[in-house]
């Protein structure tokens, strides 16, 4: 087996082995490398279908955060959107931040709505 093949098993089997509460997987940041791969990584590389969650970086990032938080910025611009359901959308963002931060999104984004890129740049 090559080095890059050893490595690659090596960190499935770590991965696979380490099961935290609520049944996410806790993983390590990548380094950039995909450990030989010839493809690039997909979704569940990442979080097989039959996992809810993962660890990254100590926070619990659920299924879905990317897609929920593109949801209530819909929300937020929407002409039909009242102020409640506004705020509903800002607050919903803000509750996922720490997800998208521990995921490395926000390294990589720079978002068009200044509310939103707001929302993202604060550290609370």
């Keep these: 087996m090559s080095s890059s093949a050893e490595a690659a ?4 089997t770590e991965t ?3 099961q935290s509460v609520g049944g996410g997987v806790a993983v390590k940041p ?5 450990n030989g791969a010839k493809s690039g990584i997909k979704p569940s590389d990442i979080l097989p279908d039959n996992v809810n969650s993962i660890m990254i970086n ?3 990032v659920r299924k879905g955060s990317v897609a929920a938080v593109v949801a209530n910025i819909q929300q937020l611009e929407s002409a039909n959107a009242t102020e409640e359901s506004k705020q509903a959308a800002i607050d919903a963002i803000k509750s996922l931040v720490p997800s998208l931060r521990a995921q490395g999104l926000l390294n990589h984004v720079t978002f ?3 509310v939103v890129q707001a929302l993202m740049a604060a550290r609370t």
């Design 9 to 12: 098993a090596a960190a499935v």
């Design 16 to 18: 696979s082995e380490q």
């Design 30 to 34: 990548s380094d950039g490398h995909n």
């Design 58 to 60: 100590g926070v619990e």
């Design 112 to 114: 068009n709505n200044p």
